[in-house]
């Protein structure tokens, strides 16, 4: 028999994402619907270790579905990756009687929940929550929306400059070990060439092409770059075509955290808030230590402790798009 869940706990853990209050929104007010205790849990795991943690009300979320960041905020939390950290973060779970946890984060967050729920039979329960969108499972994450229409809008206001000067921009979006924010706001963009970490930057061929464009006299041309593309990133990209490409007058644009800000789009309040309602869901039907994906538009559970980057899974058929589009 699973024991029954009567007080959880929320958090936020590592890098923000539009959407996470709306999904803490949904968590609270899904578990207050039925007679739940709901606490909030501050700085992801290190309000754990510090027994940082208040009781939440619907109120308490009153006014957050439309605000960026996270009211819980946030952490990267080395502590907790050690079992002495985890010891701790358990004691004040059970000094409180907190016996269910719903984490909203990435797949390292989740990794940690996993190691946390094995070692101390914690239930948890993640929900996927990153720009990267860098989560093995789930076709959407809480954030990756908001963050790719972030990157679309600055890059077009880019596009302006860039043709009335008839420059070569070199942009920079964020995603240290994943390409979607890239992909996507590239193609959106009509960027000549998107390069990314899971493809290996050939560099001369981006040379020759602008070479090749640059005698048929093809003037705007815009370069993305994921910031964790293998080549170096977006100045170093610049610095090389700048070698090659002499008569380019080139810049280097890095949208950097301007793309984690901001009010999250309709389509990440929406899956917060079906991903914060499941989450109470499993906890209440003894679905434990699972994060919750959505994948052809349902829900997708994998458990934590096989949460993984999703590396490698862009398709060639995009790739072959952005070359075809880009000519
Ligand atoms: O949240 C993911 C991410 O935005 C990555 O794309 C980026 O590399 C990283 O976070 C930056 O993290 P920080 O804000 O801690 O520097």
Not at 3 to 18: E, H, N, Q, R, Y
Request: glycine content about 12%.
């Amino acid at each position: 028999m699973e024991k029954k869940v009567t007080k959880i706990g929320v958090l936020t853990s590592g890098g923000d994402a539009p959407g996470m209050n709306a999904a803490i929104r949904a968590v609270v007010r899904t578990g207050l619907y039925y007679g739940l205790e709901v606490y909030g849990v501050m700085r992801g795991y290190q309000g754990l270790i510090d027994d940082d943690i208040y009781k939440m009300e619907s109120r308490s979320v009153a006014n957050i579905i439309q605000r960026g960041g996270t009211i819980l905020k946030t952490a990267r939390c080395k502590e907790f990756y050690e079992p002495e950290g985890r010891r701790k973060a358990y004691a004040t779970l059970k000094k409180r009687g907190i016996d269910g946890l719903v984490i909203i984060g990435g797949d390292g967050s989740f990794r940690g929940a996993g190691k946390l729920s094995h070692e101390f039979d914690v239930p948890c329960i993640g929900l996927a929550g990153t720009i990267d969108k860098d989560i093995a499972g789930t076709d959407f994450t809480i954030g990756f929306d908001t963050a790719v229409n972030t990157a679309v809008e600055a890059i077009d206001k880019i596009r302006d400059t860039a043709d009335a000067h008839d420059r070569l921009f070199i942009i920079e979006v964020m995603g240290r070990d994943a390409g979607y924010i890239a992909l996507h706001s590239g193609i959106a963009t009509g960027a000549e060439h998107i390069l990314i970490p899971e493809r290996k930057t050939d560099i001369e061929q981006v040379v020759d092409s602008l070479l090749e464009k640059e005698k048929r006299k093809k003037l705007v041309n815009m370069i993305v770059v994921a910031e964790g593309d293998g080549f170096g990133g977006a100045e170093e990209v610049a610095r090389h075509i700048k070698e090659k490409v002499p008569n380019a007058d080139t810049r280097v644009c890095i949208l950097g955290h301007i793309q984690r800000g901001g009010s999250p789009s309709c389509l990440d309040r929406l899956i917060a808030s079906r991903m914060g309602y499941q989450a109470v869901e499993c906890l209440l039907e003894g679905r434990y230590n699972v994060f919750v994906g959505i994948q052809n538009n349902k829900m997708h559970y994998i458990p934590l402790q096989n949460a993984v980057k999703a590396k490698g899974k862009i398709s060639e058929e995009w790739m072959k798009i952005v070359r075809i589009l880009a000519s």
